[in-house]
């Protein structure tokens, strides 16, 4: 065995085996650039290779885009190379040859992404006529990335071959926005143009700005160029770009000042003046000026100065592209699509405004009904919703199957907290039930104990939850509405729970009798309802509706110990803002704060924690003006 | 209050007298023992740990007052404390830096000035947080007068307009507790901000440091903030030992028990709702001056909301309505904290798992609650007053 | 009461435990570890105690420092920032520790600062950090921004042809000091205003579709977007879970991370983030017998399935060089140390010698690295070793800062008037 290999090694090594065809001398010859490429200096290695026109050459580019490119530590030989048992096989790049080699004799190489890029990009023109369709495709992907004007004939030609209808498509829009940006004529640039009205792909909006790129330009009289508009910028801004562009001195900075009269100080005087005194700007000025004078230093540039060079010199923005009719077109088209693009983006905030309001909701629909029916406020609602996430972790670490696992958590997850609510409830709250403020400290207390509970059982670590295959990935009508599928699954999650819990409230005993609880339990109690049970049932019911809120939220964002306490804030001012003991109350708190949150974050997007902060002083006065919330309860039932 | 008057007060609550007498004895004790004025068998760190229990005590019978007492809830006055410690941390901050740029600037041939000082100071305050102009909040940064009065005032104005808006539209119960906790919440996500001008997640560090006393070693000056806390502690109980003990006493009392009943009496109720809020937050914002400096650096995760929750836990624990009973907790339950977390507590050796208290700490202190709440809603202090009846 | 204080400070004590037997030792070594046990941060300082544990093990085998065996006094914070600072007295007045090695957070370190400086306490830092700080008695074993920020942006720049920049960050001081860095580096390279988007979010933040879409529609210029993220902990889960469901890819725009490394990526199914970078000075995945040992020496102690990451080298380079140092002093002392310190060199794990500079701060090589499907990173760059500078040059207040503890004495000395604006460190 040892000997075969030997044998085969000899073999690869042999330079008798250096064929004219063979790829290996040119790749030698840029051997530094191929080990350690870069993406800036690969250009030539590049065209080297395909311009060599050698049949390896789109293997090996291939190959190497995919980091299956090895080289031997001894002599700096490529090969292909895949890990196999014992070691790497080698395959030799010319000759197809096989062996077995201990990994550490060689160095695998990993070119960069950008390299990957360019290696994409000279890869297009084999690629493009491909029989392979997934070949096909990274062509035409890559080209997309990169819209280069020579390979705008090589595209044309193989549109008519081309059988799969996306992929011709997807040609067909390439060929638009090459001949958008360098067709020949500008007919057919415009023409392309015109095409590319009110669509607001990203790339459509790419190619249409990249028209329409300007550049600024000082002038004292108008301009030979395609002229887009004047700039008028703020006095300093403006006169600081002229000094940039067309050499006027510039304004001295109270530290120059400072530094050209410390170089001038002279027994303690500068230009007359004792150096001491020099502690406010005007004095400095003023000591600067005579120093000016006496031509120690160079003048300062006075107001008048800057009022004169803004006068005489006019800035202006200037297409680069000579054209005016095509940046013309290209600019009504970019109009088109930015009216559009901005209602657009109106949706997906709407969008995103209503996903976040299901989670809310989901968030808080349980501490709703258990603060509504019971008057009591359980602090560990968080925790349980923690608890869900957790029991999706665990039924995920037993069931590899996602989508099963998700089928058998979600009941679970609400089998769990169901106990743990009716546990809690039996154990703890029933006791406190006129004591309401007292409620809030001993759940608060059960809460600080499954927090820690949780640490030291699954450790402070963020654990996975992951969602299955079919919820990877975004529901997209266009480039800017677009919304993932998991939070799509969680609204649907909080439509089903709004109904369930609208049925199960106005449709059967058991809410009925709730209803008659909450409303008044001595009545209810006197008319044959057992308050205690029901109480029990509706928080277990609370708190297992909790538990399905903590997968669906762990699989969207992470399962900690602490993601209770992230919701638990919030889910208390959904129940207040939105009214006690009603689902539709808390459905428009729910509503409203994930509305104003994303409001406020649309007016100031740099910022998300401001955003949190504005709304929560939103609701603090809103709750002065409406204290028992949007929906609230009237007359008796409403308790005090 | 005359020295008569206190004297018979003193005299009709033995109470009072027992926990003054008590705070003077432990404060010679540690005086006594301190590396500063003597033995040196209680180190310095301890007397700081010491020192800010006692503003702990502070803030925790000014909980009691408002929530023991008067019955409000309060999830936030942990606010108020903040504030006091970052109006005084201000002064503490600016005179520091003030110093320093002084010095580093008198180098110059040139005298700076007055902005060039100003922005020295602000650049060596702000550098952290990428910024050197001083907000509009610093303007009264340099003075210490202006900043004590601070800490009096911006704690006392912003309890007044809190509660005049609460009271007002008769928002009790839970609800008031979830507004005061979303109030803390606000006030910690604002200045959780790098652009707060309290330089965000960092806050305000190095404030044992005090400006003046640059050669004092920290022996010295972690005793004397001591002091300072074990005589503002002593005030405060007296102040709230005098307004619980009144007529005005037995009106707040009334209040928690039957608020409605009480207005229907004919007092304003809202009126001393919002006195007792008040008065409680700007004692807050006392302890909050006295606590930082002791504490060394303050920063936006002390205002957070489980920090006035657990406030809440001490005068429960300890014993509401009993001024004594907030003091017993706040020593009782953060002392043994600091013991079980600091990992000195020995571990459990259970044969087939290891408790180790850093771990399981929080789940005793969590059932503790429970715990409290379901069999001793009087707390520990009740159990002195057994005693009491006993004999 | 005296007794009470010591129960209440007094601090569980870990020995080794197999030690050889060791000389007669006065002045036992006492090395302090700093690090949250519980609280937010415990989930990353707790494996950094793990890691001070095994590495005075370790050393103790091969027989301690000074003929001594080293003691660890091990203390938990709870990532209470105030907390930091009474345990760093306790550690230097109570326990008279020789030197501290913990520390996570910046605030946290601020707040030990004026403490360590007063008792004049040894601390090693070791994870990367904003810099525009030096203190005499901290060695920065971490990244400064030029360690890792400056050439992560670099790779972007010359590698990746990025020419529109988001950078998102956690709202705090790392985020906001490296942003402002970077801001001031890319106008320099010549990038504009409008083409940098700065984001902040809180800790924990988890609604990250907006921020997503925004850097989306950044493409809409026709330039090529990257992403810079300062995100810290478990709010990088959400933001990688959107991203991915966005199916943004790395080619389209790649985000580098500066606080994304092994651990944290053990909480993520990584499979849909492959060809995202991360920067930093070591990875797991670097190749080299060293680290094949460290490795293996750490999942011995620590299970099959734990992970190194980069503060870990940080301690282990520092660790080794504290060792040298006072082995090169033949004493404890800080001052001794402190001086022995300067020009120590220790292998890095990732290959080359690390060097301990004037300034306390280490010369490393930065690693750019892809992170691959099973968690790990596949490194496609690595520097020559590059000299942390406290004080960064791409900001006009700290250009002219210089740190340099030999010979000048000063942390904070400005290089145009030739003076020292302070002795103690800036907290």
Known sequence: ???????????LCLPAAVLAQDLQPLLQENQAQIAKPSRKKVGPVLDALVGSGLPQAQEFLEKWQGKEVYQRQEDGLFFYAVKG??????????????????AKAMKQIKPNGGVRKAIGEALVQFQLSSPDLTRRQEAVTALARNLDPAQLGALEASISGETDAALKARKEQLVTYLTARFGDTPETRIAAINTLSGDIRVETRAVLSQILTTKTLSTQSQPDANVAGTLSLPREEAYALLVETQDLPAPLTNDVIRKALEANIEGGKVAGVSAASLNTIAARNTAYDALAASGKAPARVSESDITQALATWTIYEVYEDPDPAVTAAAKAAQDAVNTKVAVSQTADLALDALSLTSIYFLAAIGLAITFGVMGVINMAHGEFIMMGAYTGYVVQL??????????????????????AGVAMERLVIRWLYNRPLETLLATFGVSIALQQLAKNIFGTQARPLTSPGWLDGALVFNDVIQISYIRIAIFVLALLFLALLLFILKRTRLGLETRAVTQNPRMAASMGINPDRIKMLTFGLGSGIAGIAGVAIGLYAKVTSEMGSDYIVQSFMTVVVGGVGNIWGTLAGASMIGTLQKGIEWLNPSNTLAAQTYMILFIILFIQFRPKGIVALKGRAAGD | MTKALSKTFLIRHPSTLWVLAS???????????????????????????????????????????????????????????????????????????????????????????????????????????????????????????????????????????????????RVTGVYLSILTQAMTLALALYLFQNDSGLRGNNGLSGLQNIPGFEATSQAVISLAFFWASALALALGYLLFAWVTAGKMGSVIRAIRDDEARVRFLGYQVESYKLFVFTLTAVVSGIAGALYYPQAGIINPAEIAPIASIYLAVWVAIGGRGKLYGAIIGAVFVSLLSSYFTGGSAPDINLGFYVIKWTDWWLVLL???????????????ASLFDKLARKQ | MNCFTKLLTSTATLAALSAPAFAECADPVKVGVLH???????ISETTLKDTMLLLIEEQNKKGGVLGCEIEAVVVDPASDWPLFAEKARELLTNHEVDVIFGNWTSVSRKSVLPVIEELNGLLFYPVQYEGEESSKNVFYTGAAPNQQAIPATDYF?????????????????????????????????????????????????????????DVVKLGEDGKQVGVISTINGDANIGFYKELAAAGISADDIPVVAFSVGEEELSGLDTANLTGHLAAWNYFQSAEGEANAAWVDAWKAKMGEERVTNDPMEAHYIGFNMWVNAATAAGTTDVDAVRSAMYGQEFPNLTGGTAVMLPNHHLAKPVLIGEIKADGQFDIISQTAEVPGDAWTDFLPESAVLKSDWKDLECGMYNTETSSCVQIKSNY
Not at chain 2, 26 to 46: D, P, Q, R, Y
Not at chain 2, 50 to 68: H, P
Request: some cysteine.
């Open chain 1, 85 to 102: 048992d014992g070691g790497l096989v080698l395959t030799d790049i010319d000759s197809g040859e096989t062996a077995t080699i201990d």
């Open chain 2, 366 to 380: 969590g059932l503790s609650f429970v715990a409290v709440t379901l069999l001793f809603p009087g707390g520990i």
């Open chain 2, 23 to 169: 705070l003077g004895l432990f404060t010679l004790i540690v005086s006594v023992l301190s590396e500063a004025a003597g033995t040196g068998l209680i180190s310095t760190s301890f007397v700081k740990t010491l020192g800010k229990t006692l503003c702990l005590c502070l803030i925790a019978i000014a909980m009691d007052v408002v929530w023991g007492y008067c019955g409000i809830l309060s999830l936030g006055h942990f606010a108020f404390f903040g504030i006091g410690g970052y109006a005084i941390g201000m002064w503490l901050m600016y005179a520091r830096t003030e110093a320093i740029v002084a010095q580093n600037l008198s180098a110059n041939l040139i005298p700076p000035t007055d902005s060039e000082i100003s922005d020295a100071i602000a650049t060596q305050i702000f550098g952290v947080v990428g910024a050197s102009e001083f907000p509009a909040i610093w303007a009264f940064s340099h003075s210490l007068t202006l900043q004590l009065l601070m800490v009096l005032l911006v704690p006392g104005l912003l309890a007044l307009v809190f509660g005049w808006l609460a009271f007002r539209s």
């Open chain 1, 398 to 419: 037993f069931i590899p199957n996602y989508t099963v696992s998700l089928i058998v958590a979600l009941p679970l997850a609400f089998a769990v907290t169901f106990a």
């Open chain 1, 1 to 11: 065995m040892l000997r075969a290999l030997l044998t085969v090694l000899t073999l």
């Open chain 3, 157 to 213: 720049l010359d590698e990746l042809g990025v020419e529109k920049f988001a950078l998102l960050g956690t709202d705090y001081v790392y985020p906001r000091t490296t942003n402002n860095i970077l801001e001031s580096y890319l106008k320099s390279k010549g990038i504009a205003e409008e083409d940098i988007f700065v984001n902040y979010t809180p800790f924990g933040h988890s609604d990250w579709a907006t921020i997503v879409a």
């Open chain 3, 36 to 42: 949250s046990l519980s609280g937010t941060m415990a």
